[in-house]
């Protein structure tokens, strides 16, 4: 398949998936992730390209959570989760209509209990994509958005052009870690304690409403610079 091709292929996605609310976009060859994937032999089989896709989180709905998840977050939350699994599921139909191999990842679902893992790390597949950076808070920082945000990956072997891995960092920026309730945030992601978050968020889950693993303090936090763009500006999505 030629350059043109790819790209042709590329734009398409891309305006399916900002046509139905996604509002990033980006691609990168996987190959040097699948180790990290819990995924079978079968399931990966000939895939060697990773969609990453984001939606917005409300910095309305944001704007309530103090040093614990709000109901309305919540609900926030699980609607943002279900946008991306449709997303992800119509860029699924559209490349097995092209005849090539899609596997959708949904949005959120844990694999591995102990470590709190998904088949697939959004986090990790958005880094390769050119989405943004691992933040001091273990998320994925977008320049534009911050951590306000919620990820799915569709992985595929239909040729794609792929995006370059976004430059950037945290700088002086410690908000995250002076507002985790948990302790948890240290100078750099690898200072992230998943036992301290995860022994939070079990508390914040027996909630009355709440009842799963939640947080949105250091997401809240996290807001990137759109405060500081012009609507036009914000609509020039990455990808």
């Not at 060697?48 to 944001?62: F, N, R, W």
């Not at 679902?109 to 273990?138: C, F, K, M, P, Y």
């Not at 911050?146 to 430059?167: A, F, I, M, Q």
């Not at 100078?187 to 939640?214: P, T």
């Amino acid at each position: 398949m030629t350059m043109v091709q790819e790209e042709e292929n590329y734009e398409r996605l891309k305006k399916l998936a900002f046509r139905e609310g996604g509002r990033l976009f980006g691609v990168a060859e996987i190959g040097p992730l699948k180790d990290r994937f819990l995924l079978s032999p079968a399931e990966l089989d000939g895939l060697e390209y990773g969609i990453s896709m984001a939606v917005l989180l409300s910095p309305a709905v944001l704007s309530g959570i103090q040093d614990r998840p709000t109901l309305i977050y919540k609900w926030h939350y699980r609607q943002a989760n279900n946008l991306l699994d449709k997303i992800a599921f119509l860029i699924t139909q559209d490349i097995v209509e092209q005849g090539f191999r899609a596997l959708p990842i949904p949005a959120s679902q844990i694999i591995d209990w102990d470590t709190q893992r998904g088949a697939v790390s959004h986090r990790i597949v958005g880094e390769a994509a050119g989405l943004g950076w691992r933040g001091r808070n273990n998320l994925l920082v977008n320049a534009r958005y911050g951590s306000r945000l919620r990820l799915v990956s569709v992985l595929t072997d239909l040729p794609l052009k792929t995006d370059p891995p976004e430059e950037g960092g945290c700088g002086s920026c410690r908000r995250c870690i002076e507002v985790c309730p948990a302790g948890a945030l240290g100078n750099d992601w690898d200072a992230y304690d998943l036992e301290k978050c995860l022994s939070c968020l079990k508390e914040f889950s027996k909630m009355r409403g709440i009842g799963q693993l939640i947080c949105g303090v250091c997401v809240k936090a996290c807001a990137g610079n759109i405060q500081t763009m012009t609507p036009i500006d914000s609509l020039e999505h990455a990808g």
